[in-house]
C-alpha cells in the first residue's frame, strides 16, 4: 500500500466518512476509508440512530398491541420478550453492517480497520496518514486529499464514568434486563427518544433537565406539547434543574437535584442515563501536527469544509456549529467528495437541516422558530393546525400534537415549520423542499395533498398562516 496515492483517504467511516468515500468513487476518484471499529457504520449505525429506532419500532407495536381489541382485534395479550427486541435491533444493524461492505465493494474502495491519525502537512502534494490497525501493526496511507469524519462520543457529567448503572448511548443499547425505573439526565433528542422508549416497555422513567424546557433547541409551543404528552403517559419531568449528584447502590443509584423551586429532589432508579451532549472525537488523530486548532476539541471549516490545513476537510460530529445529525454529516460528505472531483456543490444550509426527534409523538422540524423569526426582525406571522383535524391521524389512532408554520409577512416566505405528531419526521421532507425551493404560504396552499394521508396537515397548517385552514 505504500507506493499507492489515493486521490482521497476518508478516517471514520460513519455516516459522514461512508457517504463521502462512496460518491467521491463515484466521481472517479481513487478512495480509501479506515475506520477504528470492526464494523463500519460508526455511532448513527451501531449506537445511534437505527438501534433506537428498531427499539422503538418494538415500543409502538407493543403499545398498539397492548391494546389491540380498541381495532377490533381481541385475544391478544401481549408479552415482552426483551431478549429479543435486543436481537431484533442486533439483526437490523448486522444487515447494514453488510451492506456497507457490500458498497465499499461495490465502489471499490479500499478499507483499512484501524486508528487513523495525520502525521502533518502534505508534502509535495501528498498527505500520510499513519492507521495502527487492529494487530498492532502500522499501515502508512498516502493520499491527495484528507477527509477527517471521526464522529462524537457520548458526554458525561463531571465525576462519573458509564458502567452497568449509569449509562450512556453506547450502553443502554445492550442491557440485559429491562429496567424497572430509569433517570434520564438531559432532554435533548438522545434523551427523549429513550425516555420515550423505556416508558412505553412498562419503566417508571424520570427526565431531569437543566433549562427551563424539553427539546430545548424546539420551537416553544412543540417542547410544551411534548412536556403535556409526556406527563400524560406518566413520565416525570424536571425542568431548571441543578447540582446534579448520582450515588451508586445496590439497587442501583440514588440521583439527586435542586428543583426549579429550590427544593431538594430523590429519585432511587435501576439505572441512570447520561444524556447531555457529545463530543468530538478529535483527540490523537494529529491535529496538533497541523494548521488544524480545535475549538473546545471541535474541528472548524469553511462552508465547504475545509480546514485551516490545506487538503484537509471535516465532516460529520467533529464539525463545530453545524448540528451533531446523520444528515448532516452524510450531505457534508456528498458536498466535499463533489469539491475534491470539481462538480457542482451546494454548501450545507444550517436553516435547510430538517431536526427529527423520535418520541411518541414525533416530532421535527425545519427553519426558524417563531421566537428566532421575531428575534431576526421578520415580521411574522404564524398557522396552526391541530391533527385532530386529519382524518389520516384519527385513523392511526395518533391525533394528538399540531403542525406550525412560521412565515413572513411581507413576501408569504415560510421561514420555519414545527411540527409534533403522527409520522412528524417523515412529512418533514416536504417542508425542507418547501423552504429549499423558497416557496411561499400561497403556493403550498394549492399543492395537492393525496387524500387520506397525515400530509394533508401540512396542507390545513400552511392554509392556517391565511386562517383558512379547511378541517378545523
Ligand atoms: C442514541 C443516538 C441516537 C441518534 N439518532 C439520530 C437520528 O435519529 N438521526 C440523526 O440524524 N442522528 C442521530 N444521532 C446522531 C448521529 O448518530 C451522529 O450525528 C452521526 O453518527 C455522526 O456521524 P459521523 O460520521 O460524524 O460520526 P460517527 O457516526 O461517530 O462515526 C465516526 C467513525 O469514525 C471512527 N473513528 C473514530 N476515530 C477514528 C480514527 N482516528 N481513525 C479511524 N476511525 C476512527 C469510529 O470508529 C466511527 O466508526 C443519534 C446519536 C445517538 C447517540
Given at each position: 500500500?505504500?507506493?499507492?496515492?489515493?486521490?482521497?483517504?476518508?478516517?471514520?467511516?460513519?455516516?459522514?466518512?461512508?457517504?463521502?468515500?462512496?460518491?467521491?468513487?463515484?466521481?472517479?476518484?481513487?478512495?480509501?476509508?479506515?475506520?477504528?471499529?470492526?464494523?463500519?457504520?460508526?455511532?448513527?449505525?451501531?449506537?445511534?440512530?437505527?438501534?433506537?429506532?428498531?427499539?422503538?419500532?418494538?415500543?409502538?407495536?407493543?403499545?398498539?398491541?397492548?391494546?389491540?381489541?380498541?381495532?377490533?382485534?381481541?385475544?391478544?395479550?401481549?408479552?415482552?420478550?426483551?431478549?429479543?427486541?435486543?436481537?431484533?435491533?442486533?439483526?437490523?444493524?448486522?444487515?447494514?453492517?453488510?451492506?456497507?461492505?457490500?458498497?465499499?465493494?461495490?465502489?471499490?474502495?479500499?478499507?483499512?480497520?484501524?486508528?487513523?491519525?495525520?502525521?502533518?502537512?502534505?508534502?509535495?502534494?501528498?498527505?500520510?496518514?499513519?492507521?495502527?490497525?487492529?494487530?498492532?501493526?502500522?499501515?502508512?496511507?498516502?493520499?491527495?486529499?484528507?477527509?477527517?469524519?471521526?464522529?462524537?462520543?457520548?458526554?458525561?457529567?463531571?465525576?462519573?464514568?458509564?458502567?452497568?448503572?449509569?449509562?450512556?448511548?453506547?450502553?443502554?443499547?445492550?442491557?440485559?434486563?429491562?429496567?424497572?425505573?430509569?433517570?434520564?439526565?438531559?432532554?435533548?433528542?438522545?434523551?427523549?427518544?429513550?425516555?420515550?422508549?423505556?416508558?412505553?416497555?412498562?419503566?417508571?422513567?424520570?427526565?431531569?433537565?437543566?433549562?427551563?424546557?424539553?427539546?430545548?433547541?424546539?420551537?416553544?409551543?412543540?417542547?410544551?406539547?411534548?412536556?403535556?404528552?409526556?406527563?400524560?403517559?406518566?413520565?416525570?419531568?424536571?425542568?431548571?434543574?441543578?447540582?446534579?449528584?448520582?450515588?451508586?447502590?445496590?439497587?442501583?443509584?440514588?440521583?439527586?437535584?435542586?428543583?426549579?423551586?429550590?427544593?431538594?429532589?430523590?429519585?432511587?432508579?435501576?439505572?441512570?442515563?447520561?444524556?447531555?451532549?457529545?463530543?468530538?472525537?478529535?483527540?490523537?488523530?494529529?491535529?496538533?501536527?497541523?494548521?488544524?486548532?480545535?475549538?473546545?476539541?471541535?474541528?472548524?471549516?469553511?462552508?465547504?469544509?475545509?480546514?485551516?490545513?490545506?487538503?484537509?476537510?471535516?465532516?460529520?460530529?467533529?464539525?463545530?456549529?453545524?448540528?451533531?445529525?446523520?444528515?448532516?454529516?452524510?450531505?457534508?460528505?456528498?458536498?466535499?467528495?463533489?469539491?475534491?472531483?470539481?462538480?457542482?456543490?451546494?454548501?450545507?444550509?444550517?436553516?435547510?437541516?430538517?431536526?427529527?426527534?423520535?418520541?411518541?409523538?414525533?416530532?421535527?422540524?425545519?427553519?426558524?422558530?417563531?421566537?428566532?423569526?421575531?428575534?431576526?426582525?421578520?415580521?411574522?406571522?404564524?398557522?396552526?393546525f391541530p391533527f385532530v383535524g386529519n382524518s389520516k391521524a384519527?385513523?392511526?389512532?395518533?391525533h394528538?400534537g399540531f403542525v406550525?408554520?412560521?412565515?413572513?409577512?411581507?413576501?408569504?416566505?415560510?421561514?420555519?415549520?414545527?411540527i409534533?405528531g403522527p409520522y412528524a419526521?417523515?412529512i418533514?421532507?416536504?417542508?425542507?423542499?418547501?423552504?429549499?425551493?423558497?416557496?411561499?404560504?400561497?403556493?403550498?396552499?394549492?399543492?395537492?395533498h393525496?387524500?387520506?394521508t397525515v400530509a394533508e396537515a401540512l396542507l390545513d397548517g400552511f392554509s392556517s398562516?391565511?386562517?383558512?385552514a379547511?378541517n378545523v
Open positions: 500500500m505504500a507506493d499507492t496515492i489515493f486521490d482521497v483517504v476518508v478516517v471514520g467511516g460513519g455516516p459522514a466518512g461512508y457517504t463521502c468515500a462512496i460518491r467521491a468513487s463515484q466521481y472517479g476518484l481513487k478512495a480509501a476509508l479506515i475506520d477504528a471499529n470492526d464494523r463500519l457504520g460508526g455511532t448513527c449505525l451501531l449506537w445511534g440512530c437505527i438501534p433506537t429506532k428498531a427499539m422503538l419500532f418494538s415500543a409502538e407495536l407493543w403499545d398498539h398491541l397492548k391494546h389491540a381489541d380498541r381495532y377490533g382485534i381481541d385475544g391478544v395479550t401481549p408479552k415482552l420478550n426483551w431478549k429479543g427486541v435486543l436481537a431484533r435491533k442486533d439483526d437490523v444493524i448486522s444487515r447494514h453492517v453488510k451492506g456497507l461492505d457490500f458498497l465499499m465493494k461495490k465502489n471499490k474502495i479500499t478499507t483499512f480497520k484501524g486508528f487513523g491519525k495525520l502525521t502533518g502537512p502534505a508534502k509535495d502534494g501528498v498527505h500520510t496518514i499513519e492507521a495502527k490497525l487492529a494487530d498492532g501493526k502500522t499501515e502508512t496511507i498516502k493520499a491527495k486529499k484528507v477527509v477527517l469524519a471521526t464522529g462524537s462520543d457520548a458526554r458525561v457529567l463531571p465525576g462519573n464514568k458509564p458502567d452497568d448503572t449509569i449509562l450512556t448511548n453506547y450502553e443502554i443499547l445492550k442491557i440485559a434486563d429491562m429496567p424497572k425505573s430509569l433517570v434520564v439526565i438531559g432532554s435533548g433528542a438522545v434523551g427523549v427518544e429513550f425516555a420515550s422508549i423505556f416508558n412505553s416497555f412498562g419503566a417508571n422513567v424520570t427526565v431531569i433537565e437543566v433549562l427551563p424546557r424539553v427539546v430545548p433547541v424546539e420551537d416553544e409551543e412543540i417542547s410544551k406539547e411534548l412536556l403535556r404528552q409526556f406527563k400524560k403517559r406518566g413520565i416525570d419531568v424536571y425542568l431548571s434543574i441543578k447540582d446534579t449528584k448520582i450515588e451508586k447502590n445496590k439497587d442501583g443509584a440514588l440521583v439527586t437535584w435542586t428543583d426549579a423551586n429550590g427544593k431538594v429532589q430523590t429519585k432511587q432508579a435501576e439505572k441512570v442515563l447520561m444524556a447531555v451532549g457529545r463530543s468530538p472525537r478529535t483527540e490523537g488523530i494529529g491535529l496538533e501536527k497541523t494548521n488544524i486548532k480545535p475549538d473546545r476539541g471541535f474541528v472548524m471549516t469553511n462552508e465547504w469544509m475545509e480546514t485551516t490545513e490545506p487538503g484537509v476537510y471535516a465532516i460529520g460530529d467533529i464539525v463545530g456549529g453545524l448540528p451533531q445529525l446523520a444528515h448532516v454529516g452524510s450531505m457534508a460528505g456528498l458536498v466535499v467528495a463533489a469539491r475534491m472531483a470539481g462538480k457542482y456543490a451546494k454548501p450545507v444550509n444550517r436553516l435547510r437541516v430538517p431536526g427529527c426527534t423520535y418520541t411518541d409523538p414525533q416530532i421535527a422540524s425545519v427553519g426558524l422558530t417563531e421566537a428566532q423569526a421575531k428575534e431576526k426582525g421578520y415580521s411574522v406571522k404564524v398557522g396552526k384519527t385513523i392511526v389512532d395518533s394528538d406550525k408554520v412560521v412565515s413572513d409577512t411581507k413576501y408569504g416566505e415560510i421561514l420555519g415549520v414545527h409534533i419526521t417523515e418533514i421532507a416536504e417542508c425542507v423542499t418547501a423552504l429549499e425551493l423558497e416557496a411561499t404560504v400561497e403556493e403550498m396552499m394549492f399543492t395537492i393525496a387524500h387520506p398562516v391565511e386562517g383558512m379547511v
